[in-house]
């Protein structure tokens, strides 16, 4: 069950961590645009999202596990909604 976020009481965390992150995608996006040149689109975005999984999961595994990943929609749709899906496929 996902609860309400606590107030930060420091907003200087807050405001390093915007900052940190606006400088980690700008330079982000100038190792895209200089890489580009030499390699195709479907092996940067296949590097950079075989790169990305694993904060993810370190974050995931950290916050509670693996089950956090896990989605209650399917294609969109609530699975409640889906309950008949067997007899129309």
Same mark, same amino acid.
């Given at each position: 069950?996902?609860?309400?976020?606590?107030? /930060?009481?420091?907003?200087?965390?807050?405001?390093?961590?915007?900052?940190?992150?606006?400088?980690?995608?700008?330079?982000?996006?100038? %190792?895209?645009?200089?890489?580009?040149?030499?390699?195709?689109?479907?092996? %940067?975005?296949?590097? @950079?999202?075989?790169?990305?999984? %694993?904060?993810?999961?370190?974050?995931?595994?950290? @916050?509670?596990?693996?089950?956090?990943? @896990?989605?209650? @929609?399917?294609?969109?749709? /609530?699975?409640?909604?889906?309950? /008949?899906?067997?007899? %129309?496929?």
């Amino acid at each position: 069950m996902i609860t309400a976020a606590k107030k /930060n009481k420091n907003p200087f965390k807050s405001i390093y961590y915007i900052v940190i992150a606006g400088f980690v995608l700008t330079i982000h996006d100038v %190792i895209i645009k200089w890489i580009s040149d030499t390699y195709p689109v479907h092996e %940067i975005v296949l590097v @950079r999202s075989c790169i990305a999984i %694993i904060p993810i999961l370190m974050v995931a595994h950290w @916050r509670g596990g693996l089950s956090l990943l @896990r989605t209650n @929609r399917y294609l969109g749709v /609530n699975q409640e909604c889906c309950s /008949n899906w067997d007899k %129309i496929l």
